[in-house]
């Protein structure tokens, strides 16, 4: 099988490191390790034998760092990759390149020392990252008057825009009912629905005619704009009126639609290729996440912490390890087949999920299944460093930095 790329038309020399050739290279590889290691940090913190100097209580510490940490490291490294493929212009490289991902860790080191350096500081460096974010990728995609993506732009501006929120209400400055967290997962969801409904069909699409299949994906059209439509419209209704019927129906409907246009991409023919198949399950967990936070809003037994978990847990953590994976093997000149490693990792994410959901639904056995969520999903990051952190650090097959 030959590799997959999508060439960048334009690439500067790289005679660096070979981390800093592109912007998938640091910012994975920095994903990864706070995926895994951001976790096992929050448990020690929530369990006590460690205390963080942080302004943040552990959970809201947590979840600032999974959203705010790894979330956006990994969307850092697919724009600085794709946005340069999207207008033709040379990507970021070399010393801005470490600039920016110096500025990204400065903004992990100054949340878990809000509490010394004060909050007010410690908000500034973090939200200066994703501030630095918009600024390269949005005027790259103004200039190149790519507006076909810019939505992508406007989405990571929504997403600064929650950090933000999250700030001010960790510190209490505002009493904003939650909508920080609410917005930043929103919109990362949306990004699914938008990015992931892109990408899944069309590499559904190319594989399957390299097998020789005629029975190919639906193309995209009517039914796909009305189930993105949906989820968005649905998703905005939940930001501002969370604990609302109309919400909740609307949330049901766009799970629907998601199921629906999902179950037109013939994932069920997919599964020899685990690099394919998991683009599938990542995004299956969108309607079921949907499902389960407009169920929980009319059956008082299901806290909205186990939906929420099954769109981060399972769609975000599942789609992103996904992109990060394919693209680490793509853009170093691999060929695009998981292996049995990643063909591990890529379930274990779904185990974390399970594990999660339930412990929110079963008292009794929430101690242990917590614990069985975090092992499971620091294994599947701990086997994408193992597989892909090499690619990342190293120069290609052919000894350059592609």
């Not at 460096?125 to 005027?139: E, I, K, N, Y």
């Not at 510190?171 to 969801?189: H, K, N």
């Not at 604990?243 to 049901?252: F, G, H, L, Q, R």
């Not at 013939?266 to 690099?275: I, K, P, S, V, W």
Request: with cysteine; charged share 10%.
């Amino acid at each position: 099988m030959k590799p997959e790329h999508v060439p960048i038309p334009r690439h500067r020399s790289a005679t660096g490191p070979a981390i800093l050739s592109m912007g998938f290279r640091p910012f994975f590889l920095l994903a990864g390790l706070w995926a895994a290691a951001g976790l096992a940090l929050s448990i020690v913190a929530m369990l006590g034998p460690v205390t963080l100097p942080t302004a943040f209580d552990p959970v809201t510490w947590h979840l600032h760092e999974m959203l705010f940490g790894y979330v956006a490291a990994t969307l850092t490294g697919f724009l600085l990759t794709a946005i340069p493929n999207w207008t033709g212009n040379l990507p970021l490289q070399g010393l801005p390149l470490a600039g920016l991902a110096l500025l990204w860790v400065a903004g992990r080191a100054a949340i878990a020392t809000s509490a010394v350096i004060g909050a007010e500081a410690a908000a500034v460096v973090d939200t200066a990252f994703l501030a630095a974010v918009v600024a390269l990728t949005g005027r790259e995609v103004i200039a190149g008057r790519n507006w076909r993506n810019l939505p992508v732009i406007v989405a990571v501006c929504l997403f600064l825009a929650g950090n933000m929120l999250v700030h001010a209400e960790a510190y209490g400055a505002i009493d904003a009912g939650g909508a920080g967290v609410r917005l930043s997962i929103a919109v990362i969801v949306a990004l699914i629905a938008l990015v992931g409904g892109r990408i899944t069909p069309s590499f559904t699409r190319n594989w399957l005619v390299k097998r020789g299949e005629n029975d190919l994906p639906a193309s995209f059209g009517g039914l796909d704009k009305v189930a993105l439509a949906t989820t968005v419209a649905a998703l905005a209704l939940w930001i501002v009126l969370p604990d609302s019927n109309v919400t909740a129906a609307s949330i049901a409907l766009a799970a629907c639609a998601t199921a629906v246009r999902l179950a037109r991409w013939r994932g069920h023919a997919t599964g020899a290729e685990a690099l394919v198949w998991v683009l599938h399950l990542g995004y299956a967990w969108v309607p079921v996440g949907l499902g389960l936070l407009a169920l929980s809003h009319w059956w008082e037994a299901l806290p909205q912490s186990a939906a929420l978990h099954a769109l981060t847990v399972g769609a975000v953590g599942t789609m992103t390890l996904a992109v990060m994976s394919r693209a680490t093997m793509g853009h170093t000149g691999r060929d695009l087949h998981a292996g049995p490693a990643l063909t591990i990792a890529y379930p274990l994410v779904s185990v974390a999920a399970l594990a999660r959901i339930a412990s929110a639904l079963w008292a009794d056995a929430m101690l242990p299944l917590l614990w069985l969520a975090a092992a499971a999903w620091i294994a599947a990051f701990a086997i994408y460093l193992v597989v892909c952190g090499p690619m990342l650090v190293g120069r290609g097959p052919h000894g350059d930095g592609a």
